[in-house]
């Protein structure tokens, strides 16, 4: 069936370096990915997204990469800050509508 | 413009006995979806609602039902309770633009079952 993966379950990273996320997919007719940060105590919250036809796209300090051929997508943080510190999932739409189809989740330790 | 809301936020119960939760999307959001989200399984598709009718399902027991009212505000229950329905319940409204369909979460609503 469907899945998406992440490729570590956490990540620490010093405070100012950049922090780089890794998802992979299995399912090659996705053609929409969000990409949420889950801060404890809280639902998750959309960061960015990125459709198929797509390679790249910026938000403010976030880059996500979208790899097509190998099935693999990436979250770039600029300048990572301690208020970034939480679980980051990517995420397929399924192409029946509302469903979303969730990583594993990596968590972003962010070290002053 | 106010997010989800899902009430009540904290919930405890025991096995056997029943519980239904809610969620209230945000204004002019006809779809509502909803996860389960536990340490071991992670965020895992439960149904979706559009206009009242379930449009979606996840593979769930039927313990786990839900519905939709006219004013898109969603409810779901859950028979039967067994200590695995132990987690934390999402509840997201979205609105479709531009063929885009981005899903906005509310805070949940923690379920534990003794």
């Known amino acids: 069936g469907e899945s998406v993966g992440l490729h570590l379950p956490t990540l620490s990273v010093q405070e100012g370096d950049n922090s780089i996320i890794n998802c992979a997919y299995s399912n090659s007719a996705s053609d929409y990915f969000i990409w949420y940060k889950q801060e404890s105590g809280k639902g998750p919250q959309f960061i960015i997204d990125?459709?198929?036809?797509?390679d790249k796209r910026q938000g403010q300090r976030v880059t996500v990469l979208l790899n097509k051929t190998v099935k693999h997508l990436s979250l770039q943080i600029a300048a990572t800050q301690p208020g970034d510190s939480a679980v980051y999932f990517c995420a397929d739409l399924n192409n029946q509508g509302g469903k979303l189809i969730f990583g594993q989740g990596t968590e972003l330790s962010v070290k002053p | 413009k106010a997010g989800v809301t899902q009430t009540p936020r904290y919930l405890i119960k025991t096995r056997g006995q029943q519980v239904t939760l809610s969620c209230s999307p945000i204004s002019g959001h006809r779809s509502v979806s909803w996860y389960q989200q536990t340490p071991g399984q992670g965020l895992q598709f439960l149904f979706e609602y559009f206009s009242e009718t379930q449009r979606n399902k996840g593979n769930f027991p039927g313990r786990f039902s839900g519905r939709q009212f006219s004013n898109s505000r969603s409810e779901m229950n859950v028979s039967t309770l067994e200590l695995g329905d132990s987690a934390l319940y999402l509840c997201?409204?979205?609105?479709?633009?531009?063929?885009?369909?981005?899903?906005?979460f509310g805070p949940g609503t923690r379920l534990l079952v003794l």
């Open positions: 997201a409204s979205s609105l479709v633009v531009s063929g885009k369909v981005t899903q906005y």
């Open positions: 990125i459709r198929s036809n797509m």
